[in-house]
């Protein structure tokens, strides 16, 4: 499993996480502008963000780890990708209309798909730690 867990660490992750890092990055430029603007954060959205993310969904559903353990510390990652990638389409598809129950959805989409990245934060940490894997 440590073997497992060195590569899907070194080799599958720094793979694909390029995409992930361009996404989140545009996402940020974008969402923390002062003063904040629609028609930017839709721009960014649909033209850097959402296409870099859904790069990331598609490289990520290709890992198959070899071990059930690593496998299933990627499953919540791509649980948390799938969830982001839902999040950032409902908030391009939605800039126009913003309802209450609108905000209260993109929000929890937000926020279940970090709480399942924190979860995959803490696994891979612990899992490398008791295999003697040292993280990055």
Known sequence: MASDLTTYIYRDMR???GHDQIALAAFAEAWNQKPQKKEVILQQLQGKVIPEYQLFVAAASKVHPATPEVRGLHNILVKSAHLRLQ??????????????????????????????ERLFQQSVST?????????P
């Open 87 to 116: 999040a950032f389409q409902h908030l391009a598809e939605g800039q126009r209309d913003q309802t209450e129950i609108w905000k209260y959805g993109v929000n929890g989409l937000f926020q279940t798909a970090d709480a399942y």
């Open 15 to 17: 793979a694909i996480s």
């Open 127 to 135: 899992l490398a730690g008791d295999q003697g894997v040292r993280m």
